[in-house]
């Protein structure tokens, strides 16, 4: 029995779903345990591509795909999700937790409204409905899975709930009449619809831990856009770190057997906020380029940088990762010469932990170590022995600016261009 959490320990879009994916073939379940459809995770198999926003990335591999209770979940998008899948004879098992929160119309609305209030000082949101879905969460009026399958229940939070938001969307001065009865009516129908798959999580997956079963935790987004430990205010609304996988699915820490951090052997970044180690050069276009480096979700282009460990670094530490997955290694092929960065230096000061001040970030230099690039990998290479000499002193050097051993490293977006350590 093991259980592991996967995460990102950079912005987003590290390659998650393609090393959940991996590791799939054998677990029992996988889990998403915070963040909604933000999230985009792409997954290769051949010829097919799936991109998939709120399923659980496992359901590919055909294992049983789990919405954990920290997870915000759009409806619409699920439905659709699940109904691509089935059309692509990918028929969904699924688990979706009672307790999880709803991403009602009214989130949506809002998501839009604060960032054009906002005009340049945006977050650069995936207009998804997070940020304001889970303020309701944490404020106490938010509706859970279970209140859409009691329509009298239903019906009297939003008696409270949406005249309040209407308020909200005048003072905004955003169009839309929140008409209880419509609203009540939809959600009700969608609940009937994912009835069959609502359950108390918890209980399943600490069940399932006792019959020695294998469980994935797949994280959304990454370590720097966690709500504490990232680039506040230019983060995601949830725990994307590993202490959110327990709280989000029902699982106690002490369950938790391994922690793996993906780290994509550059950084990107969708939206706005501090990038200490962006490229805004050619190099950076030809990382934008050869990585396909276009956001999964809205399609935005993604800001490219330098490998930076300080950031990895700080993943490390938060969320106690114990081993590393490094991917996309060759978008870095035919480069001479690498940068890492390995500490910022503000005014006179070097930090080689994160700061906690973001603004300050515009004033930071990052402190760059340099390492010789190699030509190209071999695409059929399998072990660790069969990379360039160079590609291995790159992950070497990670490993020991991190302390922590690489497991994994992936070479190309299909499933078998992965070598394991
Ligand atoms: P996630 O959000 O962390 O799951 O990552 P995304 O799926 O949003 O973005 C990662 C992108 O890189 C996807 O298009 C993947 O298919 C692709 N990808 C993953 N691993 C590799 C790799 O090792 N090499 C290359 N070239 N592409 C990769
Ligand atoms: P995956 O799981 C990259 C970013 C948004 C924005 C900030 C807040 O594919 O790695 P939100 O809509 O969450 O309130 O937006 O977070 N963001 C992501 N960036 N990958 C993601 O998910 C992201 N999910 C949210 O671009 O900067
Ligand atoms: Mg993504």
Redesign the pocket.
């Known amino acids: 029995m093991t259980v592991t959490v996967i995460l ?1 320990t950079q912005w ?7 090393v ?1 994916d991996y590791y799939a073939k054998n677990a029992d379940y996988v889990v998403r345990f915070q963040g909604g459809n933000n ?6 198999v051949g010829e097919e ?1 799936y ?1 998939l926003h709120i399923t659980p ?1 496992g359901v590919i591999q055909g294992k049983t795909g789990v919405i954990g209770n920290g997870v915000v979940v759009d409806l619409e998008v699920l439905l659709k999700e699940i109904d691509m899948l089935r059309k692509r004879e990918k028929e969904p098992k699924l688990l979706i937790s009672d307790r999880a929160n709803v991403i009602m119309p009214y989130h949506k609305l809002l998501d839009g409204a604060e960032e054009k209030y906002l005009k340049d000082k945006k977050i650069g949101t995936t207009k998804r409905g997070i940020g304001p879905c889970y303020s309701d969460k944490v404020a106490r009026r938010g509706i859970r899975i279970i209140d859409l399958l009691n329509e009298e229940i239903l019906r009297k939070k939003l008696e409270i709930i949406l005249p309040i938001k209407q308020k909200l969307l005048e003072i905004y001065n955003i169009k839309g009449n929140l008409d209880i009865n419509e609203i009540t009516k939809t959600y009700v129908e969608y609940g009937e619809k994912i009835k069959p798959f609502v359950t108390n999580v918890s209980v399943e997956l600490n069940d399932a831990i006792k019959k020695g079963k294998n469980i994935l935790l797949e994280g ?1 987004q ?1 370590t720097m856009l966690d709500v504490d430990m990232g680039t506040y205010p230019y983060t995601t609304s949830s725990h994307t770190i590993a202490g959110g996988a327990g709280i989000g699915s029902g699982i106690g820490p002490k369950q938790i057997n391994e922690i793996i951090g ?1 780290v994509k052997a550059y950084t990107t970044r969708v939206g706005e906020g501090p990038l200490p180690t962006e490229l805004k050069d050619e190099i950076g276009e030809h990382l934008q380029k050869k ?2 480096e276009i ?2 979700t809205t399609g935005r282009a993604r800001r490219c940088g330098w490998l930076d460990l300080v950031v990895v670094k700080h993943a490390c530490i938060v969320s106690g990762i114990t081993k590393l997955a490094v ?5 870095l092929d035919g480069l001479k010469t690498l940068k890492v960065c390995t500490a910022y230096k503000c005014d006179d000061k070097t930090y080689t932990t994160f700061p906690a001040q973001t603004e300050m970030l515009d004033n930071c230099n990052p402190v760059f170590a340099e390492l010789d690039g190699w030509d190209n990998i071999d695409k059929d290479a399998k072990t660790f022995e069969d990379l360039p000499e160079n590609a291995k002193k790159y992950l070497q050097f990670i490993e020991k600016e991190t302390g922590v051993k690489i497991t994994l490293v ?4 299909e499933r078998d ?1 992965t070598i394991t350590i």
């Open positions: 990102g987003g879009d590290e390659g998650k779903g393609k959940v999230a985009g995770h792409t997954i290769k591509v991109k990335s959304a990454g993906v990585g396909g956001g999964t991917t996309k290694l060759d978008v992936s070479i190309g977006a261009k």
